[in-house]
């Protein structure tokens, strides 16, 4: 390659650009076009520039929604003016800094003129969008292009802009605003960081106190105590993997605008360094790159993302965490910085270690106290197999009624199931984008996730308010050697309802684990409990009798999610029979029951009651039984086999379990699992989770005994 | 690379391999390592029969069906045979050599002990699986891995197993069973392939006599009359893609013996070069490399298969047509023969270029004149548009009633879809695998496509005898400049009803082009005509009001297929209204109608009545119209828009179509599409085909003309 001589960079005194810098400000221009992602990402945003500086400048009066034109122009400007500055400043062309320049001029004109956004349907209205939560967004991005050229401009350009844009905005979404400004939230994030970043630019101190510690400057609020709040001490983010991806985009990009400006502040090391760990934490939080959809979740949704490029870029630049490589290697993407430009130059030179995924526990609350999600991994690799069992408090108004409920993943695909949101981000025809009714009446029951339903009635009876004040209790988690454990309790979910719930991943032998699920509820008066089981894939067959509504097909239910789903069958199964197989892609899953004395099961579909065709529609299985108070639901779900539609061969379509069994001693549980050949592997989990404690029972006749609160006894069989 | 001395092969006088042979034999040993998709076959062939070996010779008594374990370990024998022959051949290790001995010599010792299967369910039985179609394949791979290492066995050896496999099995399959040797279908190729070669390695030219002229050696029947009464002149095979696949393994791998044994035959030119042509129609039947699901198909299937890999090996030996290569190349295998050497070899020096994927015709019926599949695409590419329309004959057994039917693919996915066929290959709990009772009931009726059902009964009233009597009549097809078309007509699937199709693929600027349908029936007395468009994706909305079954799902009909589906709503939608649009992937898809008067929309569902959970469940639209007797349908199909859910971008999700018009002239129908800014297309389709007719009509008051059956009009709007 050979060297070019580049032109000089204007540098006025005092106005240089204060969120990138150091050495690597210089060496995007000298050194970029050497690494491959970097050139890459140099010829995507200049392609895309490019095409927005022949369009011509575009800066519609605001009228549009998600989705609708005035929506995507003015996102596409923010893109625009982040582009040009980061372009200006890899590639010295001062077309770009004029293009950044015009359009900001633009922006100065129309932006005094508005009033709040025709559209806005809330108290968080926006004026270049419908909610100021883009508002935020577009600042964010916009300060970052602005900051990059703001060298190159006359003061009288300079001044323009500042006043009549960047300033302007930074009071409407802080001081005019404190409702969404001063609150520990995610949408509070990008305005903070919205704020902070534009103080920082502008050299306002003021206005960079106010993001760090609120608009009245005491700290009660404001981005430091968001970074207390949000995240657990393990870096994960109240609202779920989903929003954490989302919100980890302003905590970082803001960050890093303190780092090179406050270094004394230590950001990427305040709180034991969470800020890093949260970015960690939300990549722990994929299966082959997909986010865990717990919560609003759009299940689409994948480490290739705006908020990750740069979280990950960011994260390295502050830690040179080697495993970091791998996953923008996996992106396949960086961002234009001088932190993109070392991920590029440390791939190049081979410096990438494989991203250590692992079984964890990420603790909830600020304190690590409010539940958890336990993560099971069968191995690191993108088909491996992986349970998540969501034990984690509400998390806010994006949060689900789904207290202990539980999903896995095999051979890459989602098997058993969380339906996410119910919402197409940014189609107009679908109310605009937004969230949808059913997200409500749907999504964020109880019954659309795989876990206890007591009298049709979701957790909490649906009510926010009272779900955020109660979380569940992680009583243990395990994750040494071939087995491993989580179990959890929630109190309080309905009234004098207790449940509590072991989810074990077991390995026996070759092949994906299997797992274990033990639900013990206590409830103070009879009650009908339902546990649904929502999966992918299509049903091989059932191993029990079923009545069907084969040519009318009816309503589960009223409410509560209930009358969304369509009644395909019913049965009554016993120990003997009660399991169902399906295929997905080229395994079978197999899920056996225990049914409860008396239990039903019923096989249903989402879809009910959906004028607008806003559902997809997806297979369930519930068990449902009639209770003096306390019942135990015991469920093995078996990944077997191997079909191959090109070879055209085979195996193993039928399960290798051949019975299943509970005992209930005096302070323990115990399932046994009888596989083909008669092995077996036995499972106790005491009720206690206090690790001396010693418990006994008797299984088949024979004494076991184990210290702490579960243990597994192997059997041999005739051989496997 | 180092070359390193060889082992000398056995070389028994007159006892050498018939099937494979010349300078490439010898070549596989001394160069087939140093080319990277012959090596990886061997390690992969290698790995399967060092695993085969290792677990040690399991020749059971059959017993099961499809699927079962019996059926899956003589597959796997013949699988083993055939590889462990191949790798002595590459390798020159005499274990290969001892292992397909000693397996055979097992065969020799059950083989001649064995009645009908247990499991036989139809006249065509066979001894070691449930149909004597397996029997053959199972000869058609052994034959070839005893073939190659006959010579290295003693008189003894090769003489048991003369005479306790191969020729027994070959009498079994021939003159046994006459009713399934003596008929023009695939399965009697399968059992000529077997014969056939069994004759050429047992040096018997009567038994190759009867395989290539039928057990009476009159050629009335036979391998010849075969491939004389199977393939069309564009080399389209009668039971369509599917089966195409299937059957071209033992048409092209028996075709290879003959050429081995008697190039005088120059079988491979015979009949204008049809099987190497019939290769390459299987692969233009192709989108993405899966087959067009048309009849009996699974739709998993794609040129990843065994037989593909033989077949273009085999084609590639016959022609080396450069463009084969990249069929290899995105198989990812070849064969362990020295055909696949020479694939493997030229695809290493760089030979290899691009497969002229091409919109075409491929006529039906041995002299192509019964109908014909229409392929139209948008370009080369995977990602291209392409549109299918199914004018072909019935295809016989594995034919579907769907005359005129129609498929169309866009962005890597199919968009308007056939559901190809009711089975679970090779899953037991699935009715042994075999064709499942739905596949009658379902898959094979009209209704289970994108074609006319009139009064709700499907064409030929679902009789295959009467179907296979009529065919179709390709009127016109061109596939010139940036329109293409086909126009076909049926006449006698209902008593007095004649429809006749035009599917025109239109291309305005840039973007996936416009399909338009112009469906004309003529009936000699009132009736009620549905024509379904089945389509994947999530609906987004539809354009005119609907009344819904929400809480209650009925089924549409009795009969005919009409029991497989509920009813989701309907509406009776007019021209200005009348519109659905779905997402799929990251496009959106518009289904725009000129309902004839008095239409009823009806959206629905598959999986009514599907007690055994064996439907997929996927949606419809369905225009219903009682007619006086003429009827004329007009639909437009518009992929349209990008969403990106990485981007969380969302561009173009409403039509671009402003409206839509048709007219009826004295002999010709006019359509014209309003694009927005008024832009508008005009297509304007006569009656006759004659190229030299004229024609004229009058649109939006001003005259147009032109010659013969087709032309196009672009009327210029605003700009777009």
């Known amino acids: 390659m050979v060297s070019v001589a580049l032109p000089a960079m204007a540098q006025p005194s005092g106005q240089q650009p204060v969120l990138i810098g150091g050495a690597g400000l210089a060496a995007m221009r000298t050194e970029g076009a050497r690494y491959p992602m970097f050139a890459d990402e140099l010829a995507r945003v200049r392609k895309e520039v490019d095409a927005a500086m022949k369009a011509g400048i575009d800066v519609p009066v605001p009228k549009d929604p998600g989705g609708g034109r005035t929506h995507e122009q003015h996102k596409r400007n923010y893109m625009a003016i982040y582009g040009a500055g980061m372009l200006y400043r890899a590639t010295g062309d001062k077309a770009y800094a004029d293009y950044a320049r015009r359009l900001l001029l633009e922006y100065a004109k129309l932006y005094p003129t508005l009033g709040l956004h025709p559209a806005a349907k809330n108290n968080s209205a926006g004026k270049l969008f419908w909610q100021s939560l883009n508002d935020a967004v577009w600042v964010v991005y916009s300060i970052q292009g602005y900051d990059a050229i703001r060298d190159t401009l006359s003061d009288a350009d300079r001044k323009t802009i500042d006043d009549g844009v960047f300033r302007p905005m930074a009071k409407f979404i802080a001081d005019d605003q404190p409702q969404v400004f001063d609150i520990i939230h995610n949408h509070a994030t990008w305005a903070c960081a919205a704020v902070g970043m534009t103080g920082y630019v502008l050299r306002d101190q003021v206005m960079v106190e106010k993001a760090l510690k609120g608009t009245d400057r ?235 339903v007591v009298n049709e009635t979701s957790q909490f009876d649906g009510k926010v308010k009272v779900a955020n004040t109660l979380a569940p209790r992680q009583i243990f988690f395990s994750a040494e050697g071939d087995t491993r454990i989580s179990t959890a309790e929630m109190a309080g979910a309905w009234p004098g309802v207790t449940f509590r719930r072991s989810i074990v991943q077991i390995e026996v032998g070759k092949g994906p684990p299997l797992v274990l699920d033990l639900l013990k509820v206590h409830g103070d008066k ?195």
Chains 1, 2 share one sequence.
Do not use: C
């Open 218 to 452: 005491s700290g009660k609020v404001g981005f430091l105590k968001q970074i207390d709040q949000l995240f657990s001490p393990d870096g994960y983010y109240a609202e779920g993997p989903y929003y954490q991806r989302y919100a980890l985009q302003p905590f970082v990009v803001f960050a890093h605008a303190i780092e090179q400006n406050e270094p004394q502040r230590k950001i990427f090391e305040y709180r034991d360094g969470v800020l890093t760990k949260a970015v960690r934490a939300a990549v722990q939080l994929t299966y082959d790159g997909y986010f865990f959809p717990f919560n609003d979740a759009l299940t689409e949704k994948s480490l290739k993302t705006d908020e990750l490029y740069q979280s990950v870029a960011i994260a390295y630049g502050a830690t040179h965490d080697p495993s970091l490589l791998s996953i923008a290697r996996w992106q396949g993407r960086t961002t234009l910085t001088p932190d993109g430009l070392e991920v590029a130059r440390d791939l190049a030179a081979g410096k990438e270690k494989p991203f250590p995924y692992a079984s964890m526990l990420f603790r909830d609350g600020p304190d690590g106290d409010q539940g958890a999600i336990a993560v099971m991994r069968a191995g690191p690799g993108d088909d491996d197999e992986v349970v998540a069992v969501k034990n984690t408090a509400q998390g806010m108004g994006h949060g689900h009624y789904d207290k202990l409920n539980w999903i896995l993943y095999d051979a890459g695909r989602p098997i058993v199931t969380d339906y996410g949101a119910a919402r197409f981000l940014n189609i107009e025809a679908k109310d605009g984008g937004r969230y949808l009714k059913e997200n409500e009446t749907w999504a964020k029951q109880t019954v659309a996730h795989n876990t206890l």
């Open 526 to 720: 009879p009650a009908q409990y339902d546990l649904p089981l929502h999966f992918a894939g299509h049903i091989i067959d059932a191993g029990f009798p079923l009545q069907q509504n084969l040519a009318e097909r009816p309503v589960l239910g009223k409410d509560d999610g209930y009358q969304h789903l369509w009644v395909d069958a019913t049965g009554a199964p016993d120990a003997s029979n009660a399991r169902l197989t399906w295929i997905n892609g080229e395994r079978f899953y197999t899920w056996r029951m225990l049914p409860p004395a008396g239990a039903q099961v019923i096989l249903g579909e989402s879809g009910a009651n959906d004028p607008k065709f806003n559902l997809r529609r997806e297979p369930v299985l519930i068990q449902r039984v009639k209770s003096p108070g306390d019942t135990t639901f015991v469920g093995v779900l078996e990944p077997h086999g191997a079909y191959d539609p090109s070879a055209e061969t085979t195996e193993g379509s039928t399960s290798r379990i051949e019975s299943l069994r509970h005992v209930r001693t005096a302070d323990a549980d115990v399932v046994t699992l009888v596989l083909a050949g008669g092995r077996t592997v036995t499972l106790a989990i005491a009720d206690s989770a206090e690790a001396r404690a010693t418990h006994k029972a008797t299984v088949d006749g024979k004494p076991i005994s184990w210290k702490g609160h579960f243990a597994r006894f192997d059997g041999k069989g005739a051989g496997q």
